[in-house]
C-alpha cells in the first residue's frame, strides 16, 4: 500500500472531519443546553452559502463575502429564535422536530424564490486557488488545507471560551443544569438567543466554506445534518469536545471507508462484488461506527457530568 | 321567462361539456419542479410553453393546453400523476419525463390506455427493447447512445488507460456498460460512488495515484457541480483530460464556470447547430427567459412540435390515434437537431457530437460542437424490438 496515499486520505478525513465539527458545535450547543432539536441548522449552513456566493458574485471581494455569509447566519439564526423557537422550547420533542422541518422546507423554498432552481457559482479565492505540496510528490487543495486551519482555530476560539471565559462557565453550567443556572439569576433567555447566533454563525461559516466545494443550491444543508446527528450522537450530547473527537472520527472513518474498503474486499472476494459491495458498506461505516459507540458508551464518549 | 332561460342556459352547458373535451388538444407533461432536480424542469416547462406560444397556443386550429405535473423524481408520484392526467384531464398525450425508473412506471398505464406517450428525456433500454409499444416515441435518445459516443470518439483518438466513474444506480451502470461497448482501449479501473455523494476528494486522490491518461464520468445535476470544481481544485484538470456525459450542461455550467474550461463532453443536440429552427429556437429561448436552454429545453420543444405535427396530420381529429401513430413515425417537424428519422422501435437515428467546454464572448462557458462522432447512430437495443417499420 503507498503510504502517500494513505496519508493524502488521512488529510481528506481530517478535513471532512473539521467541516462537520463547524456544524456540530454549534448542534450540539444548542441540542445540550437548550434542550432543543433544530433539524433546521443546516438551513443556517445554506443560507452562509448563499449569501456569501451572492455577496462575491456583487462585489468581488472574498472577506467581504465571508464577514456578509457569517453575519447573514448569525441574523437569521437569532430571528428565528425569537420567532420561532422561543416558544418551542416548552414543549416535547417531536413537536420541536416537526416545527423544525417545517422550517427546513421554508429555508429551502426562500432560496429558491430569492435566487431561483439554478445552483450558484462559488469560487475559491485566487489566492487559495492553487495546491501545496504536503510531501514532495503529493499535491495538496491549498482550499481544503484553509478549511483545516480556519477549522482548528474555530475549535481552539470555541475551547477558550468554553472553558475560560464566565460565559462559557454558564454554558457548560446550562449543559449540566439548566434549572439551576436559571435559579441562580442568569438571564437564560440572553443567553440562549448568544448560543444560537454562535451556532448559526458557525453553520453558516461552515456553509460558505463548503461554498466552492460543493454546490450552492435549494437543500444543500440537508445532508450534512444527518452526519451532524450523527457526530453529536457519538460525541455526547452538549459536549464541545465530544463534537470535535467525534468529527474526525466520522471523517476519518467515512474516508477511509469509501477510499480503501474496495480494494480490501477485492482481495478476498471477486473484484465485481467488491465493486459493489464496497461504496455500499463505505456509506454504512459511520453508522456502524455510531451504533458500536452507543452500544458500549450509551452517552457519547464524552457526555457532560452530572445531567 | 326566467325557467327557459334556466333550460336553456343548463342545455347550453350540457351541450358544450363534452364537445369542449373534444375539441382541444390536452398534453401531459410530467417533469420535477421541486428539489435539487428542480432547475432541470424549469427548463422543460420553459422550453414546453415557449413551443406552445409559437404555435400560437393553437395545434391543427385547436386550442392546446399542456398540464404541467411535479413527479418529485419518484416514481409513484408520476405513476399517480399519469393516472390522473388520463382520467381527470383526459389528456391527448402524456410527455416529458426525466427520469427513466419514472418513464418504467407510468408506462403500463399511459400505453395500455392507449393513449400517446412521449419521453421527452428518459431513454431506458426496456423500452427500446423487449418493451417497445406502437403508441411510445422518444423525442431524445436511448440511455447508452451518449457514452457509446465518448466511447467511441475516445477509441477513434487511440486514448488508452481511462478511469471510469458513475454513481453506484442503474442508470451509472448503463452508462459505463454503453461507453464500454464502443470503447476498445484499457480500462484503468471503475469506480461506483454512492449516490448524491457531494465530496470526492478522496477519489480524486485515488485517480492521481492511478495515474490514468484520461477520466470518463457521468455525474448528472448536482453531483456533476462538485465533482468538475474538485478535480479542477485538486490540480487535475490541464493534467489528465476529463471526458463525461450528462456532466456538464446548461444546467451545471452556470455554478461550475471556469473550472469545467477544456472538459470534453458528448451528446446529441447543441446550441450551436446549424439549423434555422435551431437557431430560432435559441434566439427566442434567452430573449424570452434571460438564460442558456439545455438539451433538456430542446428535448421539450422537440416534443411539443412532434406533437403538433402529428395533431396537424390527422387535422385534428384527435379520435384518430392510429393516423396520429403514424404521423409521429414520420417526424415530419423541424427538429432543433436537424432532420431524423425514426427506427422501427421509435426511437430517433441521429446524430452524436463531440463538445468542448469554452468560454464565451460574454464571459459565460458553453459547450462547443467540435465534431460529430456517430452519423445517423441507432440504439444496440431495436432488434429485441417486435415492431416492424
Known sequence: MPYLLVLEEALNGIELGIMLFLMAAGLTLIFGIMNLINLAHGSFYMVGAYVSAATFAKTGSFFLALAAGVAAGAVVGVFTEIVVFRTLYRRDHLDQVLATFGLVLFFNEAVRILWGPTALYATVPRFLSGQVDILPGAPYPAYRLAIIVVGLLVAGLLYGLVAKTRIGMLIRAGASNRVMVGALGVNVRLLY??????????????????????????????????????????????????????????????????????????????????????????????????????????????????? | MRKTFIAVLSAAFLLTAPALAATKVRIGFITTLSGPAGVIGKHMKDAANLALKDLGGKMAGLPAEIIYGDDQMRPDVGRQLAEE????????????????????????????????????????????????????????????????????????????????????????????????????????????????????????????????????????????????????????????????????DETTLPAVGAAAAGNYEAGFWNWDLNYPANKKFVSEFRKTYHYRPSFYAAQSYDAINLINSAVKAVKGNLEDRKGMIAALDKANFASVRGPFRYDVNHFPIENFYLFKIVKAADGAYVRKTVKVIFHNHKDAYYKECHMTK
Not at chain 1, 451556532?199 to 466552492?212: Q, R, S, V
Not at chain 1, 452507543?294 to 464518549?301: E, H, K, M, W
Not at chain 2, 398525450?93 to 418513464?103: A, D, E, K, Q, R
Not at chain 2, 470503447?183 to 495515474?211: C, L, M, N, P
Request: charged letters at 15%; a positive charge.
Open chain 1, 193 to 307: 438567543t448568544l448560543l444560537f447566533a454562535t451556532g448559526a454563525a458557525l453553520a453558516a461559516l461552515a456553509g460558505l466554506m463548503a461554498g466552492p466545494i460543493f454546490t450552492v443550491d435549494s437543500g444543500m444543508g440537508d445532508s450534512v445534518m444527518i452526519q451532524a446527528f450523527v457526530v453529536i450522537v457519538i460525541g455526547g450530547i452538549g459536549s464541545i469536545r465530544g463534537a470535535f473527537v467525534a468529527a474526525l472520527l466520522v471523517g476519518f472513518v467515512g474516508t477511509m471507508g469509501r477510499a480503501f474498503l474496495s480494494p480490501l474486499l477485492a482481495t478476498v472476494m471477486a473484484p465485481s462484488a467488491a465493486d459493489n459491495a464496497g461504496p455500499t458498506l463505505a456509506s454504512m461505516a459511520i453508522y456502524f461506527l455510531m451504533a458500536t459507540v452507543l452500544f458500549f458508551r450509551p452517552q457519547g464518549l464524552f457526555p457532560p457530568q452530572a445531567r
Open chain 2, 85 to 248: 392526467m388520463l382520467e381527470r384531464d383526459k389528456v391527448n398525450f402524456v410527455t416529458g419525463v426525466i427520469w427513466s425508473n419514472v418513464l418504467l412506471a407510468i408506462r403500463q398505464p399511459v400505453l395500455s390506455s392507449g393513449t400517446i406517450l412521449i419521453s421527452a428525456n428518459a431513454g431506458p433500454h426496456e423500452l427500446a427493447g423487449k418493451l417497445c409499444a406502437p403508441n411510445f416515441f422518444s423525442a431524445s435518445w436511448q440511455n447508452d447512445e451518449t457514452p457509446e459516443a465518448m466511447g467511441e470518439y475516445m477509441t477513434s483518438r487511440k486514448i488508452t488507460d481511462v478511469y471510469l466513474m458513475a454513481p453506484n444506480y442503474a442508470a451509472g451502470k448503463d452508462m459505463l456498460a454503453g461507453f464500454k461497448r464502443y470503447f476498445k482501449g484499457k480500462i484503468a479501473a471503475e469506480v461506483y460512488t454512492k449516490f448524491g455523494q457531494s465530496d470526492y476528494q478522496t477519489e480524486i486522490t485515488e485517480i492521481r495515484a492511478a495515474k490514468p491518461h484520461a477520466v470518463f464520468v457521468f455525474y448528472p445535476g448536482g453531483m456533476g457541480i462538485q465533482f468538475m470544481k474538485q478535480y479542477a481544485q485538486s490540480g487535475l484538470r490541464g493534467k489528465i483530460p476529463l471526458y463525461s456525459v450528462f456532466t456538464a
